[in-house]
Structures are given as C-alpha cells and as structure tokens.
C-alpha cells in the first residue's frame, strides 16, 4: 500500500519510476563512496589533526597550492556531494 492509501501496482509507471529511481541512487552511492573515499580519508584527517576552523582551512588550502586550483575544485565538488549525502542520509535516519 501506498503513502496515499492506494494499492500499489508492480506494473505502474508511476512505481517502475520509483524502483528505478531508487536503484539509481542505490548504485550511486556504492559508486561514489568509492570514488570519494580518498577525499574523504583526507578531510577527515585533517579535521582530527587541526585545532580549529581556521587551521583547518589552512591545510584545504594547502590542497590549491600544490596542486592547484583545478584540485581545489574537484575536492570541493566532492566534498559538496558528501554533505549532501550525509543530508540525505540522516533525513533518511530520521524519518
């Protein structure tokens, strides 16, 4: 049964987009934890060996540096695309 109350059909449009949907997300995120997880070990070492925001900033910073600003970018998407993860999945958590 669905949120509405209707029964829900396999053979519905509405529910194929839905599945399909919702395996789309699910290969996804397996996809993209294993591309962001590098990224992720670094920010998350980062932020266990700095003693504040401003310190912090300064070692993502570091990133640009020496790699540049196109490094900076690409870290920053990833790191875009982890927040709205973590979003999604305490939304998830909490409904």
């Keep these: 049964t669905m949120e509405s109350g209707d029964r829900r059909r396999a053979d519905s449009p509405l529910v194929q987009s839905i599945e399909y949907t919702d395996e789309l997300v699910d290969t996804g995120t397996r996809l993209a934890a294993s591309f962001l997880a590098p990224t992720s070990e670094f920010i998350l070492q980062a932020i266990r060996e700095?003693?504040?925001?401003?310190?912090?900033?300064?070692?993502?910073l570091e990133v640009a540096k020496v790699g540049g600003p196109v490094e900076l970018i690409e870290m920053l998407e990833r790191l875009l695309v982890m927040a709205d993860l973590a979003g999604r999945n305490g939304a998830q958590t909490d409904a």
């Design 50 to 60: 700095s003693s504040s925001y401003p310190e912090l900033q300064e070692k993502l």
